[in-house]
């Protein structure tokens, strides 16, 4: 059986913020859930995610859904795994969704990962992904950042980390 549990939430205050940590990060689970709920206040939608500070070896495969096309995209060997979040410019007051999950995170193996994502713009377009990834590195998982390509976090952005054990 799994169980779920909160490691911290954090909710991006007034005036907004340039990034959202998540530091000395349990070694007692076995995955980590991530789930990101942004709204920017640039026009490009790309949050960057690194672990550990380190930004090597960061590889994925997408596919992706923007109103009316579909198409896939690859990476290997970025110096992050992106995540998104709606554009100042998109519908007043939404915000992005994005679910990731991580194995194995305290391990000593390559680390990949799982995204499913969503974001919108009610007058223009929707956008949605489904991402495999992986981090290529053998060190646990200790710490997680995000960081916007381009301006802030606006307020109510929201990020939550969860560790997944089983019995």
Do not use: C
């Not at 349990?26 to 380190?54: H, M, Y």
């Not at 991402?131 to 301006?151: E, F, H, K, R, Y």
């Amino acid at each position: 059986m799994a169980v779920k549990s909160l490691i911290e939430t954090v909710t991006v205050g007034a005036g907004g913020a340039t990034s959202i940590e998540f530091a000395a990060i349990p070694q007692d689970g076995v995955d980590l859930v991530l789930k990101v709920s942004a709204r920017r206040d640039a026009a490009s939608p790309g949050i960057e995610l690194t672990f550990n500070s380190d930004a090597t070896d960061y590889s994925h495969r997408t596919l992706r859904g923007i109103t009316p096309n579909v198409s896939s995209i690859s990476g290997t060997g970025n110096a992050y795994f992106i995540l998104f979040a709606n554009l100042s410019t998109n519908t007043a007051n939404t915000f992005s969704s994005n679910a990731l999950t991580i194995s194995n995170y305290a391990s000593s193996a390559a680390k990949s990962m799982s995204l499913d994502v969503v974001y919108e713009n009610n007058a223009e377009f929707g956008y949605q992904s489904i991402a495999a990834g992986l981090w290529n590195d053998t060190a646990a998982i200790t710490s997680l950042q995000l960081v916007p390509q381009s301006g802030n976090f606006v307020q109510y952005s929201t990020a939550s980390l969860y560790k997944i054990k089983y019995d």
